[in-house]
Structure formats: C-alpha cells, structure tokens
C-alpha cells in the first residue's frame, strides 16, 4: 500500500507562484511514473504533468513553460513548481503514482486557488 501526502495548495493572485509537494511512503525508485492531475469544478481530471522512471518529463500543453516537475528521491518527493498562475490554473491538484505492478494510487488532492 502506497500513502502519498500532497501539500503546497492555496490561494494565490494571478502571475504568482506555488510549489506543490507529494510525499510518498515508499521508494519513489519502485515506481514507474508520477505525476500530477487537476480537476476544475464540472470538468473532467487532467494530467498536468508526469515523470516517469527514466526522468523524462511531459506537461499539458497550457502549462509548458509554466510549470516544472521534479522529484527528490531521497526524500521520496515529488514536486511541481508552478510559476505565471493563471485563473484557469484553478483546480484541485492530485498526486498520482503507478508502481512496477501497474496499481495507481492517489493522493486526497489540494486546492490551488488564482484569483485577485
């Protein structure tokens, strides 16, 4: 059983920054991928953005160059930095990690608010 604990949400003014931090409780090396996810009210979850084993990244086309995803294995982290918010950045984010047998898991999400 995987426990991943995501912190960093909050309410920011538009062009400012967050950094969201995914704790997992296991090895980060035993995973095949991580990444982060966002869900709007009424919309669907989205991948923001992923790394998988190798370190190659991938980001949703409206967040390139905004947004960075980083992990710190020895700390079995998982970061997003994320810079230039925009209204439309307003979501609760979601950790995500697939481990070597395929199961995902989930973190409980936090709230990123852009708003004046």
């Known amino acids: 059983q995987v426990q991943l604990v995501e912190s960093g949400g909050g309410l920011v003014q538009p062009g400012g920054s967050l950094r969201l931090s995914c704790a997992a409780s296991g090895s980060i090396f035993s995973f095949n991928a991580m990444g982060w996810y966002r869900q709007a009210p009424g919309k669907q979850r989205e991948l923001v953005a992923g790394i998988i084993s190798g370190g190659r990244t991938n980001y949703e086309d409206s967040v390139k160059g905004r947004f960075t995803i980083s992990r710190d294995t020895a700390k079995n982290t998982v970061y997003l930095q994320m810079n230039s918010l925009k209204p439309e950045d307003t979501a609760v984010y979601y950790c995500?990690?697939?481990?070597?047998?395929?199961?995902?898991?989930w973190g409980q999400g936090t709230q990123v608010t852009v708003s004046s």
């Open positions: 995500k990690v697939v481990t070597q047998r395929m199961i995902e898991y």
